[in-house]
């Protein structure tokens, strides 16, 4: 796999449509779907920087939720159109942490947001350094 010589985007969004099976019979999105939503969105935003997640796996790089937050402010419902917003806020030597606005996609009204830090580790599990690659210039420690 070639991988990018730096990423370069640190904020993506993507449009979500919740699927029945995400909701309660009240037609309500689960509370347990959004840090699902949450890697689609970090999943997204390392694809355009033009790293394909799996590809970097087989270079020996993994990343493990290390702590995830979620503010519920509002439902999410069936079939709906959201917009969630992913924000890559800060990268140490070993962890990555992002911010998430997921949104109603017609109101603009913010439904949920919410924060994970990612450790990079080994196929062991084992803590690694993050490649030089992902550093974004502003932040990076």
Not at 56 to 80: C, I, N, S
Request: charged share 20%; with cysteine.
């Amino acid at each position: 796999m070639q991988l990018p010589e730096a990423t370069t985007i640190q904020s993506h969004t993507i449009t979500i449509i919740p699927r029945y099976c995400e909701t309660d019979q009240a037609g309500v999105v689960h509370h347990t779907v959004y840090p699902i939503w949450f890697e689609m969105g970090r999943t997204e935003l390392l694809r355009a920087n033009g790293v394909v997640y799996s590809e970097l796996e087989k270079t020996g790089v993994f990343f493990v939720v290390f702590q995830l937050t979620v503010k519920y402010h509002r439902p999410a419902y069936y079939d709906e159109p959201l917009e969630l917003t992913t924000i890559c806020t800060k990268i140490s030597p070993a962890r990555v942490e992002h911010s998430y606005q997921l949104k109603r996609k017609s109101t603009g009204l913010l439904l949920a947001e919410g924060v994970t830090i990612l450790a990079c580790v080994d196929k062991s599990g084992r803590l690694q350094r993050i490649p030089d690659f992902m550093q974004f210039p502003n932040n990076a420690t």
